[in-house]
């Protein structure tokens, strides 16, 4: 059963750091690749990040490019998004998700995790 778990998720002032971690299980990421997700309220769900399945390349948002970085550790079977210079626009639940294929550097996910919230005050 493929699973996903994200943790790290909380307040942190402007200009702060998180990090999100997201422990999958039920796959290798030769299966899947892992993309990232937020919503704020209000909004349609947005891509964050990618790591493509098929090559490991990692494609960002422009919103976040330069900010966030993601990495993977297969031995923890665990996806990571550090959010540095965190603004109030970020403010979202953040989810992982598996995905078998990507479209323009946007995973298409087949999996999610139930997310975490990140709030950033002003």
């Known amino acids: 059963e493929v699973q996903l778990v994200e943790s790290g998720g909380g307040l942190v002032q402007a200009g702060g750091s998180l990090r999100l971690s997201c422990v999958v299980s039920?796959?290798?990421?030769?299966?899947?690749?892992v993309g990232w997700y937020r919503q704020a309220p209000g909004k349609a769900r947005e891509s964050v990040s990618c790591i493509s399945r098929s090559d490991g390349k990692i494609h960002y948002a422009d919103s976040v490019k330069g900010r966030f970085t993601t990495s993977s550790d297969a031995a923890k079977n665990t996806v990571y998004l550090q959010m540095n210079s965190l603004k109030p626009e970020d403010t979202a639940s953040y989810y992982c998700?598996?995905?078998?294929?990507?479209?323009?550097?946007?995973?298409?996910?087949?999996?999610w995790g139930s997310g975490t919230q990140v709030t950033v005050s002003s």
């Open positions: 998700a598996a995905a078998s294929t990507e479209v323009a550097g946007i995973c298409l996910p087949n999996y």
């Open positions: 039920g796959f290798t990421f030769d299966d899947y690749g």
